[in-house]
């Protein structure tokens, strides 16, 4: 590989990088920065929301996994973790209440599987924003609980990637 910068261009929210184009929502030049893929879970009793970020710079609402078991979430999530292929893995933890153990326990498990960093971030009420959030799409009651855990995630990630 020979030295030098790569530079990426952005106009009209796409990336220009020689021939690739790549859609993309902020309108600034990014140079050599590392392109990380950050996956975040927003556990749940009954449903755990996934959201992802590319570029370490915009998270988006990926899925909702709907399992109760540990087990079975962790085969389930692995297969967003195959298609994906994250750095990191972010888990939304909350300052108290029943889902803090959940998300600890959920944590060394997944390091049984996962090879790379997996952080605990803090979180608290990031359903309810959620919840906020959709009903001022003006979208039906059904679609809006199918999606609120995953932008109950994205709520998360965004949180985190803030505080890099």
């Not at 996934?50 to 990926?62: C, D, F, H, R």
């Not at 692995?78 to 959920?106: M, R, S, W, Y």
Request: hydrophobic fraction near 45%.
């Amino acid at each position: 590989m020979g030295g030098g910068i790569t530079i990426y261009f952005v106009f009209q929210r796409q990336i220009f990088k020689g021939t690739h184009v790549v859609p993309f929502f902020f309108s600034t030049a990014i140079y050599n920065q590392p392109m990380s893929v950050i996956l975040c879970l927003d556990l749940g009793t009954a449903h755990t929301g996934l959201a992802i970020s590319y570029e370490g710079i915009l998270a988006e609402p990926l899925a909702t996994i709907f399992e109760t078991k540990k087990e079975k979430l962790l085969g389930k999530l692995l297969l967003f973790i195959a298609k994906t292929n994250p750095d990191i893995i972010v888990i939304g933890i909350p300052h108290h209440g029943p889902l803090v153990e959940k998300a600890q326990d959920f944590q060394k498990e997944l390091a049984t599987v996962f090879s790379g960093e997996i952080i605990l971030f803090p979180e608290d009420l990031s359903s309810r924003s959620a919840k906020s959030i959709l009903k001022d799409t003006g979208k039906i009651l059904s679609k809006r609980i199918a999606a609120e855990h995953q932008t109950a995630a994205a709520i998360i990630l965004e949180d985190y990637l803030d505080s890099l």
